[in-house]
């Protein structure tokens, strides 16, 4: 079973709707919650971090990390066709610093 | 972005050939990774270094071998490929205080 798990999809959403994507994780020590953007034939770029648990916010994207469950969340806000990407999911732990587990990564279609 | 610039983009080789993947970074950045990408699988690290001379394995390191003898350059060998190494590789770079993962354009290499 792999450490990080994460469906796939893809997500299909029509233009202003909530994108909702999220990971489960088995380890318990991970401590750092990331999500990165991959649009098609790109590397993937950061675009939320996340540390312990709790909220965080960035403009349309929320961030959640909820430890006790094992569970992490993206949302979107009024999506639009330029957030049309795969997402992926990252988490690593203090004890293994620099060694970071990806999820398989979402693919989000948001249509016009 | 930490300037880092992969060659080649892509590769078409023979099974057995070996082939070498290039990365290089303007940032100065101690940590530089090396992932392949498969559908369904995510992003799985190959080998990563955390200084000159300094590497180690990650999850998939087997038939893969890595060299950095200069902070700015990280050596990705493949030393006789196989069609199983048909995949996208990123070279990434991390910033240390925030654990920011700089992505490569990606090198697309297949294995006939």
């Known amino acids: 079973q792999k450490e990080v798990e994460q469906d796939p999809g893809p997500l299909s959403v029509p233009e202003g709707a909530i994108v909702s994507l999220n990971c489960t994780y088995s380890?318990?020590?991970?401590?750092?919650f990331m999500w990165y953007r991959q649009y098609s034939r790109k590397g993937p770029e950061l675009l939320m971090y996340?540390?312990?648990?709790g909220n965080k916010e960035d403009g349309r994207f929320t961030a959640q990390v909820d430890k006790s469950s094992k569970y992490i969340s993206l949302f979107i806000r009024d999506s639009q066709p330029s957030d049309s990407a795969t997402y992926l999911c990252?988490?690593?732990?203090?004890?293994?610093?620099?060694?970071?587990?990806f999820g398989a990564g979402t693919q989000v279609v948001v249509t016009p | 972005d930490a300037g880092i610039t992969q060659s080649p983009r892509h590769k078409v080789t023979e099974t057995g050939t070996p082939v070498t993947l290039r990365c290089h970074q303007t940032?100065?950045?101690?940590?530089m990774y090396w992932y392949r990408q498969d559908p369904g699988h995510g992003l799985r690290l190959i080998h990563y270094?955390?200084?000159?001379?300094?590497?180690d394995k990650g999850e998939v390191s087997d038939g893969y071998s890595v060299s950095r003898s200069k902070t700015e350059d990280f050596l990705l060998t493949l030393e006789s490929a196989t069609s199983s190494q048909t995949s996208v590789y990123f070279c990434?770079?991390?910033?240390?205080?925030?654990?920011?993962?700089?992505f490569g354009e990606g090198s697309r290499l297949t294995v006939l």
């Open positions: 990252a988490m690593t732990a203090t004890d293994s610093w620099g060694k970071f587990q």
């Open positions: 996340t540390y312990s648990s």
């Open positions: 990434a770079t991390m910033r240390e205080g925030t654990g920011e993962l700089f």
């Open positions: 940032e100065n950045h101690r940590y």
């Open positions: 380890n318990s020590a991970f401590q750092y």
């Open positions: 270094s955390y200084g000159v001379k300094d590497t």
